[in-house]
C-alpha cells in the first residue's frame, strides 16, 4: 500500500499551542500550584469552552492564553509568537492584532456612548482613521442588533445590550482569537440565551476562534470541544459522548 505523501502546508495550524504550561504562586511561605503541566492545542474557528470549580484556576488559565499574564513556567505560542519570549509591550501588540475579550461585568466606559465604546480598540492601532472606525463600529452594532442604541451610554443600556456592546468591541478589530470570561455570569437566563446565540452566530460568520471560561454546563456543552480544570489539570470531555 502506498503512503499518502503529508503535506505540513495543508495541515491545520494551531492558533494556540500551550505545552507544559505550569501557575504557580507564593503565599508567604507556602508555594501554591494553581495548574501544572498542561498541554493544550486550539485551532482555528473553534469553540472551546473551559469550566472548572470557583478556584480551580481557569479564569488564571484564561488570562495566560490570552497572554494578559505570564506562566510560571511552560511554553506557550499564540498566532505563531512565543509569548514566553516577549515583553509586556511586545505582549500589548499581540493582544492589539490578534484578540478580543469579553468580560461578566462589561467593562464599558460610562461616559462614551455605545459607539464610541466599540470604536476604542481601534484607537490604538497606529493608522485610527475616525471615519473609517466609526463605520465599522456602527456596521458591528448593526451586526449585534444596536445600530438604535449608537449614541446612547452604558447607564441606560439594558444588561444584555451593554454585553452586545462589548462582543462587538471586541470584534472591531477583527481579531482571531476572542476570549469570554463568563460572558453571561451577570445576565437573567432569556438574556443570557440570546448573548450566547449571538456568540456562536458571530463565531460561525466570521471564523473567529471563540475560548469560553464558564460556570454554565448548558453554554460549555453548546462548544466543539469542551474542558474541564480540576486540581490542577484540564481534562477534555467528550461532547456529546
Given at each position: 500500500?502506498?503512503?499518502?505523501?503529508?503535506?505540513?502546508?495543508?495541515?491545520?495550524?494551531?492558533?494556540?499551542?500551550?505545552?507544559?504550561?505550569?501557575?504557580?504562586?507564593?503565599?508567604?511561605?507556602?508555594?501554591?500550584?494553581?495548574?501544572?503541566?498542561?498541554?493544550?492545542?486550539?485551532?482555528?474557528?473553534?469553540?472551546?469552552?473551559?469550566?472548572?470549580?470557583?478556584?480551580?484556576?481557569?479564569?488564571?488559565?484564561?488570562?495566560?492564553?490570552?497572554?494578559?499574564?505570564?506562566?510560571?513556567?511552560?511554553?506557550?505560542?499564540?498566532?505563531?509568537?512565543?509569548?514566553?519570549?516577549?515583553?509586556?509591550?511586545?505582549?500589548?501588540?499581540?493582544?492589539?492584532?490578534?484578540?478580543?475579550?469579553?468580560?461578566?461585568?462589561?467593562?464599558?466606559?460610562?461616559?462614551?456612548?455605545?459607539?464610541?465604546?466599540?470604536?476604542?480598540?481601534?484607537?490604538?492601532?497606529?493608522?485610527?482613521?475616525?471615519?473609517?472606525?466609526?463605520?465599522?463600529?456602527?456596521?458591528?452594532?448593526?451586526?449585534?442588533?444596536?445600530?438604535?442604541?449608537?449614541?446612547?451610554?452604558?447607564?441606560?443600556?439594558?444588561?444584555?445590550?451593554?454585553?452586545?456592546?462589548?462582543?462587538?468591541?471586541?470584534?472591531?478589530?477583527?481579531?482571531?482569537?476572542?476570549?469570554?470570561?463568563?460572558?453571561?455570569?451577570?445576565?437573567?437566563?432569556?438574556?443570557?440565551?440570546?448573548?450566547?446565540?449571538?456568540?456562536?452566530q458571530l463565531n460561525?460568520?466570521?471564523?473567529?476562534?471563540?475560548?469560553?471560561?464558564?460556570?454554565?454546563?448548558?453554554?460549555a456543552a453548546q462548544?466543539?470541544?469542551?474542558?474541564?480544570?480540576?486540581?490542577?489539570?484540564?481534562?477534555?470531555?467528550?461532547?456529546?459522548?
Amino acid at each position: 500500500m502506498s503512503q499518502i505523501p503529508t503535506d505540513p502546508s495543508i495541515l491545520p495550524q494551531a492558533i494556540i499551542s500551550a505545552q507544559q504550561l505550569t501557575q504557580k504562586i507564593q503565599l508567604g511561605s507556602q508555594e501554591l500550584c494553581i495548574f501544572e503541566q498542561i498541554n493544550l492545542e486550539i485551532f482555528a474557528g473553534e469553540q472551546v469552552a473551559i469550566t472548572g470549580r470557583s478556584g480551580s484556576g481557569k479564569s488564571t488559565l484564561l488570562g495566560i492564553l490570552a497572554t494578559l499574564d505570564q506562566a510560571s513556567a511552560g511554553h506557550l505560542k499564540v498566532c505563531g509568537e512565543s509569548i514566553e519570549q516577549l515583553n509586556e509591550e511586545q505582549r500589548a501588540v499581540v493582544r492589539l492584532k490578534h484578540i478580543g475579550f469579553v468580560f461578566q461585568s462589561f467593562q464599558l466606559l460610562p461616559h462614551l456612548t455605545a459607539l464610541e465604546n466599540v470604536m476604542l480598540p481601534l484607537r490604538l492601532h497606529p493608522h485610527f482613521h475616525y471615519a473609517a472606525a466609526e463605520k465599522k463600529a456602527h456596521a458591528l452594532l448593526t451586526k449585534v442588533g444596536l445600530a438604535r442604541q449608537a449614541m446612547q451610554t452604558p447607564k441606560v443600556l439594558s444588561g444584555g445590550e451593554q454585553q452586545r456592546v462589548a462582543i462587538a468591541r471586541a470584534l472591531v478589530s477583527e481579531p482571531a482569537i476572542i476570549f469570554a470570561d463568563e460572558p453571561t455570569g451577570n445576565l437573567d437566563g432569556a438574556t443570557a440565551t440570546e448573548i450566547e446565540r449571538l456568540l456562536f452566530q458571530l463565531n460561525r460568520e466570521l471564523g473567529t476562534t471563540l475560548i469560553l471560561v464558564t460556570h454554565d454546563p448548558q453554554l460549555a456543552a453548546q462548544c466543539q470541544r469542551h474542558y474541564e480544570l480540576a486540581d490542577g489539570q484540564l481534562i477534555e470531555h467528550r461532547q456529546g459522548g
